[in-house]
């Protein structure tokens, strides 16, 4: 019973896949350290499941699973595969030191990736799943199949499917809509089937995971809930695929806001979604849309005269959601140059941040840099300067320690750029360009000669009025292959400033930083390839005869599925 007094049926499980399949979002390719700081807060929030990656794909993923198990205790963890051998392999060696591992494996059901994609039959196909889920069964006991394309699929054919991994071990069944074709109706429809036409479906969990090609991810997945599924796959902001995923923040507060409906409870700290929602924002570079439901910077703003007349009359005439309860913080409150330490410490905590001395120091010398030039500092703005002074999880070779660009309609424009660098070195250059971010840039690129290509640029104004600070997201690519099938070459850069050359320049180099990072990451890292081969050999000998598969390592040629 809640505080409502309304009666829950039960709960649903809130999967999280902003790990995989929101970094399948072109250009949010994080690092293991971000990974690893945003599974700590999808962890306090409250997230039952946490899918960490695709631990075959690549070195970088399988050591983020890795890391994940290792740390995280709060949560399932939770490996992708495609049904083969040498990938279940591979993701049981990553969940090794899981305090709750999970194997989430499967194949594809709809006749167009039997046919085009698998090119097998469904007799095969289905055997194929079965050995699978066995197979995963041997390391975990928690093993989750996708019967993928299932919104496409004979729904007879799905049924046995389900049956027969059920009946081999699978734990969880999820039903992806993979290309996001269903429409409500339909979807709530065939979870319904699920449950009446799989004999024993009581035996797993039914799981939908739903993409948003045509705007239906998040009612598809309530209509799947009221229809019998109790997990839901989700991400933060709705990253993903193409369209991406059902956002965990609209499904969450759907479920809560009309829990009167819905009748079940999810276990999200709801106050967590605001600020888990911005730092995953910040570190993907990918902004969200101002008009987002639930986390979007208008989704509390009233323009019109009659709302704003009525909400200050009574919150709930047009909000049917207290910003608080997702943890939007009072916007009201400016800090000046005056506030001293004292003051922008005690906002920063009330704004959720806990912050420690060291890097205190760093953010109130931003704080004051910004302060001089703006006449009040919001909320907007110190989540801008935290983010990029604390948001930084990885060695940065250079600075900027002072920037000066000459630039108009008369004259080349020019930039000199100082950089400390490594040793602590400042180093200085001048360079000429068709732009004054062109200048600014090739002066950098004269001091860090770090050849690359700069893939995309984009400038924002963080508040309104000629005195916003601007915040500027660049990705670069680095034009040096990396070598052990590790295909992440592309690096987000964000900076932000009050003069947009600065910002510029800074979200520049913090792209460079990251790639230089990226690069010593891997030559630190040590032979992946050769872990994972004594990781399978050690397994195999606990598990006695049965074969072990092939891993040839990332940088051999694997066959595609
Ligand atoms: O969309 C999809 O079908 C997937 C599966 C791998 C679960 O992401
Ligand atoms: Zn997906």
């Known amino acids: 019973m809640d505080e409502s007094g309304v009666g829950f049926q039960d709960s649903v499980i809130v999967f999280d896949t902003t790990l995989r399949d929101g970094e399948q979002s072109p250009g949010a390719a994080l690092t293991t350290k971000e990974k690893l700081e945003i599974a700590h ?59 709750r591992p999970r194997i989430h494996t499967g194949l594809g059901v709809s006749d167009v990736h039997l046919k085009y994609k698998l090119r097998m039959s469904r007799d095969e196909a289905l055997e194929i799943g079965v050995r699978s889920v066995r197979r995963a069964r041997r390391y975990v006991d928690d093993v989750q199949y ?102 965990l923040e609209e499904v969450v507060m759907s479920l809560k806001t009309r829990k009167d409906f819905f009748k079940v409870e999810t276990h999200i700290n709801t106050k967590l979604i605001y600020p888990a929602s911005r730092m995953v924002s910040d570190l993907t570079g990918i902004f969200v849309q101002p008009n987002k439901a639930i986390v979007g910077r208008n989704a509390f703003a009233h323009s019109s005269g009659i709302h704003q007349d009525g909400v200050l009359k009574d919150r709930t005439t047009y909000e049917i959601i207290d910003p608080a309860d997702i943890g939007v913080p009072e916007s009201e409150i400016v800090l000046s140059a005056r506030s001293g330490r004292h003051g922008l410490r005690h906002r920063l905590e009330e704004l959720g941040y806990h912050i420690e001395d060291g890097q ?86 004269k001091i860090a000669q770090v050849p690359n290509e700069l893939v995309e640029f984009s400038i924002q104004a963080i508040t309104e009025g000629m005195d916003a600070m601007a915040k500027v997201t660049v990705r670069i690519r680095d034009a040096t292959p990396n070598g052990n099938g590790d295909r992440r070459t592309v690096f987000m850069g964000r900076g932000s400033d009050t003069d947009t050359v600065v910002a510029a320049a800074r979200a520049y180099l913090f792209a460079l930083n990251r790639l230089l990072a990226a690069r010593s990451d891997r030559s630190h890292r040590g032979d992946v390839t050769q872990e994972v081969k004594r990781s399978l050999e050690e397994m195999q000998a606990q598990l006695g005869s049965e074969q072990q598969s092939e891993f040839p390592g990332w940088g051999a040629p694997r066959q595609k599925e």
């Open 41 to 99: 807060v999808l962890e306090d929030m409250g997230v039952d499941v946490i899918e960490a990656g695709f631990p075959i794909s690549s070195p970088g993923d399988f050591q983020s699973v890795q890391r994940i198990s290792d740390e995280i205790r709060g949560c399932v963890i939770c490996g992708l595969t495609r049904a083969r051998d040498e990938d279940i392999d591979v993701a049981a060696a990553a969940l090794k030191t899981a305090a």
């Open 146 to 247: 996708y019967v993928e394309d299932a919104g496409r699929a004979d729904p007879e054919y799905l049924y046995r499917v389900l049956e027969a991994v059920i009946d081999a071990g699978a734990t969880v069944v999820n039903i992806p809509d993979t290309t996001g074709y269903t429409f409500p109706t339909e979807w709530g429809a065939l979870i319904a089937a699920i449950m009446n036409n799989v004999p024993n479906v009581d035996k797993a969990t039914v799981a939908v995971h739903c993409h948003n090609d045509l705007g239906m991810a998040t009612a598809n997945t309530l209509v799947a809930v009221v229809n019998g599924a109790r997990q839901v796959e989700c991400t933060i902001n709705g990253l993903g695929e193409r369209a991406g995923n059902a956002s």
């Open 360 to 445: 205190f120091d760093v953010i109130y010398q931003r704080f004051l840099e910004v302060a001089d030039k703006k006449k009040t500092v919001g909320v907007r703005d110190l989540e801008s300067i935290v983010a990029g002074e604390s948001l930084v999880f990885f060695e940065e070779t250079y600075e900027l320690e002072k920037m000066q660009v000459m630039c108009g309609t008369a004259g080349i424009p020019t930039a000199s750029v100082c950089l400390r660098g490594p040793d602590d070195r400042i180093v200085c250059e001048a360079a000429m360009g068709n732009g004054p971010v062109d200048a600014a840039y090739e002066a950098i690129d």
